[in-house]
């Protein structure tokens, strides 16, 4: 009943709100009258350009002035204060990990350049931590969020959401000759003692544009806030490569090539000090597009993707060889097609088709295979879907879309894998086919004042992973599970947009209904309760045997609000780059009778500040991030997660039963001294104030000072 409320009270709010703004004389500032809609364009959600006003589900968008300004160490956590995305730490300020709407991991599909980042099968999992550690965020153009399910155009792993992160493009073609530009940055943080180069080179002919980046990165120990002291070990280096390249070939005909080769060494992990790790991810892709219109298409897209990963541990003061490694490789292909059928229809249909290859291997400290902790497996994915963008008229349009995805998944013991107690190699020799249907329908009206009220249905998945293997999870013993279905989530939301030259505002509200969860339970194993992993002959109280099964139902709400306004909407004296934006998370869930594991607290943000219009562009704006304390914890977290402990390397020295809330206070300014030369300076949590992100296995940072340099060589460019 309480969550009925919830949803009744939001609909009563947001009619009150269309009613508002559907009266031109209810509105008492004469400024909203003369504004202008911004067209700031997505293309992640619907694989087709749109203001994100017409788009019916919540997206969020950080663009390349707001990536310069934030100037994060690692690429998600631009996403920080933004409303619905919740962004933790994995001991480590090179790696951080997302959260959205409840759902973290493998939940949560990262693509770089609209190709999946994470596997089907690998990195130890079908998505792994230090993903995003595995991208350099001064290669970045742009990010494009999805919040909620979104598997109908991206498949699996998009039930929390997707996030795109979108590759800088070269400069535009040179109509005479041959253009080239360059830049070389520096960036300076100081509580971890890091430092990030990059230069970049960019060149354009009249039929050929590339461009071409490197970057090194290293932090250190990093300093935590009031007495906390140095967090070590909590260091790393981060190495990159990338290119990318476009070529004409008509003026409707283009290839194009891109490629990322990205290291993290010496990667420490705080919560984890006796393990050193390092992964790496290669990525290539190559795309043909044709816009030379056909009877059957207007736009004819065909994409193909090779990526591999491997990440090695090792443990304590090992140099030599490493104790883990795993590997993991994709083969990815894409075809797409779009198709005006009339003024009305716009319709987009599309084939996917990837293999993962994943093998885990140990071995010994001289790097001699020993044995694997589970087989070689094997992931195959085809999925055709379709979608229609109907407008209606010309204040109402829809968007429906339907999606099956065909898995099939082999795994094949050799000799090197290491049998669990009472089972042949016979039992782990699986071929398994799964199936899964998605689809949705988005409604938006559009009111008066560039503003739309938006409705969405829509529903993802994510076809989990059998355990193969035998784990060890600090509480629990968990026994293999072949035969798992796919995890379903349906989501409802309602939202309002606007988005106008002096004021933008986005509000939504969710529901979503969970069935078919994987969630670990007490099961027997060869008919026995409990394993004996250490061998010690009796039963420890660590070692019950526990068993994934597709048990979990349950649902998870929510309201995420952000707006921006200029300052002179309400004091007409200012200059217009004066503002102030703002924004609000709330959620609640559960899942088998208990929390939801990846709940993120009560959240919101005001920022406030200046940016200049003028051609010498400089901005200064002030900060606040506010977090409620937190107690909706699940009981097995807070005995097995450091990241509920008080010291994440001991769990002897206490637990916390609520996480305390904090306010973060940054400062951010940055000026073009001249056409070519730009400095940013910084100070985060200028309060020192001591505090723990929720879910993050280490203390945040304490005071911040951050000092950046971009010097421009040729023609600057605008992205």
């Excluded at 008919?527 to 649902?555: C, F, L, M, R």
Aim: some cysteine.
């Amino acid at each position: 009943m309480k969550n009925n409320n919830h949803f009744i009270a939001t609909v009563i709010f947001l009619f009150f709100v269309l009613e508002v703004f559907s009266q031109n004389k209810s509105v008492s500032f004469d400024s909203l009258q003369d504004t202008v809609s911004i067209k700031e364009i997505v293309i992640t959600a619907t694989q087709t350009e749109h203001p994100i006003s017409d788009i019916p589900k919540a997206i969020t968008k950080v663009n390349a002035k707001e990536l310069e300004q934030k100037h994060n160490v690692s690429i998600i956590d631009a996403l920080t204060d933004e409303p619905g995305i919740w962004v933790k730490k994995e001991g480590n300020a090179l790696a951080s990990d997302p959260q959205m709407r409840g759902f973290a991991g493998y939940y949560i599909n990262e693509l770089i350049d609209g190709n999946s980042l994470g596997t089907l099968a690998g990195e130890g999992g079908p998505a792994g931590s230090k993903l995003s550690g595995k991208l350099d965020p001064l290669s970045i153009q742009r990010v494009e969020v999805i919040r909620g399910p979104s598997s109908i155009l991206y498949g699996t792993n998009a039930i929390g959401g997707v996030i795109n992160f979108i590759t800088k493009d070269p400069m535009p073609y040179s109509k005479e000759g041959f253009s080239i530009n360059g830049n070389i940055q520096n960036i300076y943080s100081s509580a971890d003692h890091g430092s990030v180069i990059r230069a970049e080179t960019e060149g354009s002919s009249s039929r050929v544009r590339f461009l071409l980046g490197a970057s090194y990165q290293s932090v250190g120990d990093l300093m935590g806030g009031g007495n906390e002291g140095k967090l070590s070990p909590s260091s790393g280096e981060r190495y990159n490569i990338d290119f990318k390249s476009e070529l004409k070939l008509s003026d409707k005909q283009f290839i194009k090539l891109s490629f990322q080769q990205t290291q993290l060494k010496n990667y420490r992990a705080y919560f984890n000090p006796d393990e050193i790790t390092t992964a790496t991810r290669g990525g290539i892709s190559a795309t043909y597009k044709n816009t030379a219109s056909t009877f059957f298409w207007d736009e004819f897209t065909a994409t193909a993707f090779l990526q591999n990963k491997e990440t090695s541990t090792l443990n304590g003061d090992n140099a030599i060889g490493f104790d883990y490694l795993a590997t993991t490789q994709t083969i990815a292909a894409e075809l797409l097609w779009k198709k005006e059928i009339n003024t009305s229809h716009h319709l987009l249909y599309g084939l996917h088709y990837n293999i993962d290859y994943s093998i885990n291997k140990l071995t010994t400290d001289s790097g001699k295979i020993w044995g694997k902790t589970v087989p070689d497996s094997k992931w195959m994915n085809v999925a055709p879907y379709v979608q229609d963008e109907w407008t209606v008229t010309n204040k109402f349009s829809i968007i429906g879309a339907l999606r099956y995805d065909r898995y099939l998944f082999n795994a094949s013991p050799d000799a090197l894998f290491l049998l669990p107690a009472g089972n042949t190699a016979n039992d782990f020799n699986v071929s398994q086919l799964q199936e899964a249907l998605s689809g949705g329908v988005g409604l938006v009206y559009h009111l008066p004042h560039y503003s739309n009220l938006t409705g969405n249905i829509s529903r993802g998945f994510r076809q989990p992973q059998p355990q193969l293997g035998i784990s060890n999870n600090t509480y629990a013993i968990v026994v293999p599970a072949i035969n798992l279905k796919p995890e379903i989530a349906t989501t409802y939301e309602i939202g309002l947009k606007t988005n106008q030259s002096k004021i933008q505002l986005a509000m939504n509200f969710y529901y979503t209904s969970l069935t078919n969860f994987v969630v670990t339970l007490p099961g027997s194993y060869n008919g026995q309760s409990w394993y004996d992993w250490n061998h010690n002959g009796v039963q420890d109280p660590s070692e019950i045997t526990y068993y994934k099964q597709n048990a979990g139902q349950g649902w998870v709400n929510g309201i995420e609000i952000q707006a921006k306004m200029n300052w002179n909407m309400l004091f007409q004296s200012l200059s217009p780059g004066w503002f102030v934006s703002g924004g609000f998370n709330w959620m609640d869930g559960q899942i088998a009778g208990d929390y939801l594991p990846k709940l993120s607290p009560v959240s919101g943000n005001i920022n406030t500040g200046f940016e200049s219009t003028a051609e010498k562009k400089y901005w200064c704006y002030l900060s606040v991030f506010m977090v409620d304390q937190f107690s909706k914890i699940p009981d097995t977290q807070h005995a097995s997660d450091p990241a509920f402990w008080v010291n994440p390397q001991n769990v002897n020295d206490g637990i916390f039963a609520t996480l305390p809330g904090y306010v973060i206070f940054n400062l951010r300014s940055g000026y073009a001294v001249r056409r070519n030369t730009t400095v940013i300076f910084s100070v985060e949590n200028f309060t020192n104030q001591k505090y723990r992100v929720k879910d993050s296995r280490m203390d945040a940072s304490g005071i911040n000072f951050v000092l950046g340099l971009k010097i421009y060589f040729g023609a600057k460019q605008s992205k």
